[in-house]
């Protein structure tokens, strides 16, 4: 079986997330540097081995000081833990386009296993001729299972933050090379 690469388009592509703040609303974040590859059998997405990974360091809120508090020991610890990373164990298909894309997630050096909604948009050429396909993925996850347990609570009792983190990832991955 022939087998095909595709490196993610980080230009085409974000990776980002949102946490509830004081329980009434959402803080939504991203990571502005990763990278990702994915390897196929063809262009079978069942078969797909993905690593992806982000640098920890390139979070941003649109709050400084927040960014600067969010890499601090208090939350990702980018000293000791610079990236977070995934890597996928299989993609199961659940529909014409949609998936559950299975894999471990190390966050803070905890790995977890995950399991995240995928749909692929299709697979198309581009205008300079190279293969693209596009992909969104989508999850939730509980920041305390991966060591990020800093909160305080309210005058009233509330939490100042949320557990649970809601994962959203529009990507773009390139076909780069086939391999008989």
Do not use: C
């Amino acid at each position: 079986m022939i087998k095909t690469k595709w490196v993610m388009d980080a230009a085409h592509s974000e990776m980002q997330f949102k946490i509830k703040h004081l329980m009434i609303t959402n803080i939504t974040g991203q990571f502005t540097k990763f990278e990702g590859t994915v390897e196929t059998e063809g262009e079978d997405f069942t078969t797909a081995k993905a690593h992806i990974s982000a640098d920890i360091s390139s979070i941003s809120t649109n709050n400084a000081q927040r960014d600067g508090h969010l890499q601090s020991g208090d939350f990702f610890d980018t000293t000791n833990h610079p990236k977070l990373t995934f890597e996928s164990e299989k993609m199961e298909r659940v529909g014409e386009e949609n998936y559950k894309l299975h894999g471990i997630l190390t966050i803070r050096g905890v790995s977890k296993k995950v399991v995240l909604d995928t749909e692929l948009g299709g697979i198309v050429k581009d205008p300079r001729g190279n293969i693209k396909a596009g992909f969104t993925i989508t999850g939730k996850i509980n920041r305390k299972d991966f060591g990020v347990s800093f909160g305080t609570l309210t005058e009233t009792g509330g939490m100042t933050l949320g557990e649970e983190v809601k994962l959203n990832i529009s990507t773009e991955f390139t076909k780069q090379i086939e391999v008989g």
